[in-house]
């Protein structure tokens, strides 16, 4: 068993998902065929490690309240540690996410506990430098989130290793904050727009290779079916993906980073968890819901058939 476990420092919320045919035009409606509410945002990440047999603990807040009730439920359910109480005057987040016919997700965000993130809240981790630290473009959006994660950061054990997810906010982060994170992550691991956002650069090799040269290890960028792209050493790879029957987006990210750190975290080269993250998303988008990533047993049974 390794001794390793992933702090997450993101934001856990909860999700209310609607399946419409389309987006709406603006101005327009649509009439949702279904909608249900489930633990979102961070929490996939956080599943998809756990699943992974990766020891997870949340480093972030959670509010009090139907939605925070929601996901410490379901961080429970994972064996995810809680490292902080709820906060006792407020709720969690809200997302709103519509899904199409294609797959795709659509978000508006309604902010709650999750961007309440201080310093004290860190340190109730307890990081140790066998831990993998999981930070978030999303996060560093908030202002108390971005002050506390960039004077901690720095104070990390020299041997933790971070993995920063920019999303796609990063580009629009104030550029101090960006490079705050930038100068102490070990991996970035962003979708191909993310990754082009971010860079400025269009061909997705380069995008890769961009950001590799900003990290102490590599940097991993998602391309859908395609698989991905890794970036180590100067070199570029890519880890071809799987051909399922996609039903669902939402979450496959999530379950490709969540994978992709469990692997590292045991052991495996960059390019083994780089394949077991592009099965668990590919897995992951084969079923509805958000937090839809697999077990270790389901993705082995996946490469081995």
Sequence with gaps: MTAARLIHTGNAVADLVLEVPALPPRGGDVLARSAGRAAGGGVNVMAAAA?????????????????GTLVRESLEADGVTLANPPLADLDTGLVIVLV??????TFA?????EARLDASALRNADVTGDD??????????????RAALLGWLPALPPHTRVVFDPGPLAHQLPATALAGVLSRMDWCSANLAEARALTGLDDPIAATAHLAASARAG??????ADGCLMATNGEVARIPGMVVDAVDLNGAGDAHVGAFIAGLAHGLTPAQAARRANAAAALAVTQRGPATSPTSAEVDAFLSA
């Design 51 to 67: 699943r992974q047999g990766l020891p997870v603990v949340y480093a972030g807040m959670l509010g009090t309240g139907p939605n």
């Design 109 to 113: 965000t309604i902010r709650g506990a």
């Design 219 to 224: 940097a991993i960028v998602r391309c859908g």
């Design 132 to 145: 993998w630290v999981y930070v978030t473009g999303y996060s560093l959006a908030h202002d108390a989130n």
């Design 100 to 105: 199409d016919d294609g797959g795709e997700r």
